[in-house]
């Protein structure tokens, strides 16, 4: 595939500024490499730019019962999720879930959902969101510091456990915040449209200038 060809992120051009050079993967130019003056110090905050990775919307009357067929995995509480196949599945409203999966991987996923909704009598839709939302990914302890300058939300362990997913107002754009920690270290993914994506990387990192936010390779 022609670098012309590849879908490009709606921080793609915010990425070019920082220096960062790409690769093609799974249909996609993303960032392989950031240049950084910052010394080998392990960073106490970072954000990514991770909206290569699939994004879809199951939606409708019969969507919960779809999820154990399609996914092999119970349908989750509402604001709760569950590890599925490639991914994961949040339970947004009792008609809505979101299902993020790993980049390359959300075609096969669609017709899958597709093929297993069909038996449901049309009641359910599914959609590719992917290439319509940005998805920045912030780590580290001070989340809990960085988002409520940001957002109303309460962040707090009990409020926002990990597997949690809230759509809230963030830097006065509407936003799904999804609670997703990697190897013990909290984090958090901010998904909103991609018009807004580079107000929103900036505020953030403007937010996160106290605690050296640094950016990363998601």
């Known amino acids: 595939m022609s670098e012309e060809a590849l879908r490009r992120s709606p921080l793609h051009e915010v990425m070019q500024a ?5 690769e093609a993967r799974s249909g996609w130019l993303v960032p392989t490499s950031i240049v950084s003056a910052a010394d080998d110090a392990v960073p106490v905050l970072t954000i990514a730019d991770e909206s290569a990775h699939g994004k879809l919307l199951l939606e409708g009357k019969g969507a919960a019962d779809v999820i ?25 409203r009792p ?7 790993l980049p390359g991987t959300e075609p096969e996923l669609v017709e899958r959902l597709r093929t297993t ?14 290439a319509g939302r ?48 990697r190897g013990g270290i909290l984090s958090f993914l901010i998904l909103g449209g991609r018009s807004v994506a580079a107000y929103v990387w900036d505020t953030m990192v403007q937010a996160g200038r106290e605690w050296g936010i640094t950016p990363v390779v998601g």
Do not use: H, N
């Open 68 to 92: 154990p067929a399609a996914l092999r995995v119970p349908a989750p509480l509402l604001g709760l999720s569950a590890p599925c196949e490639d991914g994961r599945v949040y339970s947004l």
């Open 95 to 101: 008609d809505l879930f979101f299902v993020a999966t």
């Open 117 to 130: 909704a069909a038996g449901e009598g049309g009641l359910v839709t599914v959609t590719d969101v992917t």
């Open 134 to 181: 940005a998805q920045i990914r912030v780590t580290g302890s001070v989340c809990r510091q960085l988002l409520p300058k940001l957002c109303a939300l309460d962040f707090g362990e009990a409020a926002f456990p990990d597997g949690c997913a809230k759509t809230s107002s963030l830097a006065r754009t509407t936003q799904l915040i999804l609670r997703s920690d």
């Open 18 to 22: 920082a220096g960062v050079s790409f």
